[in-house]
């Protein structure tokens, strides 16, 4: 029933419109375009006055869109790679600088490490956003849970742990690529063959992560098989729509996304419940003894000083956690490695021979081997994660108290966005930081601890990656047993080689974009490669 208000004057009584009616006029008028406008222009200018004069940011450099809103940061997010922006940021203002009205960039290495070495800098509250899944090492900002993580998983990341479980690695990893890749020039007509070294790199180290995670033989690569290469892309994309944008877990935006998305994390984890229960079949029937692999050892976790034991569902995140975070990043530092070897030749040719002076064309090289024997392709691997680094920013939260960074005190609250790339890039610790020189971590360098130390691509300190072993580990012997095998040589058309140069002299890295990790903007151009057997 609509009201009408009366309202009495000197004059007499006069009518009022029903309410409704006044709200929708109202909202009429709000709506009104040069309402909008008015509306519009106040905030902007509320907005550069108060990132001006009244910000407790405001003393720090950085470009006055970042002062007045996030939405720049996000667009450039969604349309440029992260890294390049923020390494184009850091040489215009600095170490530090303001990203956002409420984030500031950390670009200073002994900064970012400082801030990673200590437990008082938890991760920024949109990592709680998740709520699909139990807290876990990556995800928990409770310094408490993280540890005890570290704790019960820690054995089944460490080198002892990894070299127990080498022989699935290489099986699902080199052994495989190579497989594939032999039947590829195989069937062509003149022994060499054009391949992808993206697609097939990603469908490996899906194999090998899954083959470790689930306890049993992934063969994607050989079956062209790339469904939980497909669970891990949508599950990523739901855990980071939650972090992003809260508002996909309210309805009825949460019935979209679970439209979407929802199955393939719903199978996902489906698929690592029942390789938990077939695991505890098997070992309750007593054939085969304990594998050595990721799952048995998350079943088996218990934290040396807490005793405590994961519970399946904790072992289901965890292990599908691992497999999120290390699948893609592992695969695509392999691919940008492959590419910058392929643009600088000199480098290809000294690692090749390297390699083929140490090895016979089918020995099968091992982690070890790899590390005793073969230095130029460790450097090789350290600076090709110190140019591309496959992860982007890592947020952090200032604590009670504010700090100091650069001589410019940021308070409590603020969101710290620790730059892996700009690190990587920043001149004080990396003359020439472009240049593609693997030298910076050939053990014959005055600066080879240093550089190790300063290389930000797997974090730092109590929250550094905890996958870092078994990314070098994979790396090592895929590069190694795949340049001792094939000799490789970009196709005729390729767009980046080296004849193609940028402004300071070296060869242009292919476009990056964000995904998963940091990977090439086209991949289906840009990851070609010709391969034909070493003679």
């Known amino acids: 029933m609509l009201h009408t208000l009366t309202l009495s004057t000197g004059g007499g009584a006069v009518q009022l419109p029903p309410l409704s009616q006044r709200i929708q006029d109202a909202l009429l008028a709000l709506m009104h375009p040069a309402t909008l406008l008015v509306l519009a222009a106040g905030y902007l200018i509320y907005a550069t006055v108060h990132g001006l004069a009244f910000s407790p940011l405001r003393t720090i450099p950085g470009s006055l869109r970042a002062r007045i809103s996030s939405l720049p940061s996000l667009l450039e997010g969604l349309t440029q790679s992260t890294n390049d922006v923020m390494v184009r940021d850091s040489a215009r203002h600095g170490s530090v600088f303001v990203m956002e009205p409420s984030k500031v960039a950390v670009c200073d290495v002994e900064d ?32 408490k849970v993280n ?82 290469g497909s669970w891990v892309e949508k599950t990523f994309a739901m855990m980071v729509l939650q972090m992003v944008v809260p508002a996909v877990k309210w309805r009825p935006l949460r019935w979209v996304v679970g439209a979407v998305l929802g199955r393939h994390v719903e199978a996902f984890f489906a698929y690592g419940k029942q390789a938990i229960e077939r695991r505890k079949q098997l070992l309750a029937a ?35 956690m691992i497999i999120l975070s290390g699948a893609d990043t592992t695969s695509t530092a392999l691919a940008w490695t492959i590419h910058l070897l392929l643009l600088h030749p000199g480098w290809h040719r000294l690692l090749v021979a390297e390699i083929r002076a140490a090895f016979a064309r089918d020995e099968l090289i091992t982690n070890d081997m790899a590390r005793d024997r073969l230095p130029h392709l460790q450097a090789c691997v350290l600076e090709a ?10 947020p952090r939260e200032v604590p009670k108290g504010g700090v100091v960074l650069q001589g410019h005190f940021i308070p409590a609250g603020t969101t710290l966005a620790i730059s892996t790339a700009a690190c990587n890039y920043n001149p004080k610790y990396w003359p020439s930081p472009a240049k593609f020189d693997p030298m910076r971590f050939h053990p014959s360098n005055p600066d080879y601890d240093s550089n190790r130390h300063n290389l930000m691509t797997l974090s730092s300190g109590v929250r550094s990656c905890p996958g870092r072993h078994l990314v070098m580990l994979e790396m090592l012997t895929t590069l190694a047993n795949v340049l001792n095998r094939y000799d490789l040589e970009l196709p005729a058309d390729a767009i980046y080689g080296p004849h193609n140069t940028g402004p300071d002299g070296e060869p242009t890295i292919m ?12 991949p289906e151009r840009d990851c070609r490669v010709v391969i034909s057997p070493r003679a």
């Open 385 to 394: 994660l110190r140019i591309c680094p496959v992860s982007t920013n890592l």
């Open 286 to 320: 007593g054939t085969g003894g304990r594998p050595s692999d990721i799952l048995q050892q998350f079943i088996d976790a218990e934290g040396a000083a807490s005793r405590i034991t994961m519970t399946p569902q904790q072992v289901i995140t965890e292990t599908i």
């Open 147 to 228: 540890s005890q993580r570290r704790e019960q998983i820690g054995p089944a990341l460490n080198r002892a742990g990894l070299r127990r479980m080498e022989p699935t690695i290489l099986a699902a990893g080199a052994q495989q690529l190579m497989e594939q890749w032999d039947a590829c020039v195989r069937q062509s007509s003149d022994g060499r063959a054009e391949i992808n070294y993206y697609r097939d790199l990603t469908l490996m180290s899906f194999d090998v992560i899954a083959s470790l995670g689930f306890g049993m033989e992934h063969r994607s690569l050989a079956r062209g098989n790339s469904t939980i």
């Open 511 to 522: 476009p990056r974009t964000n995904h998963i990790a940091t990977i090439p903007k086209h």
């Open 112 to 143: 970012s490490k400082m801030i990673l070495n200590s437990r008082a800098f938890p991760k920024a509250k949109l990592y709680s956003n998740v709520d699909f899944m139990e807290p876990n090492i990556f995800l928990t900002r409770d310094d």
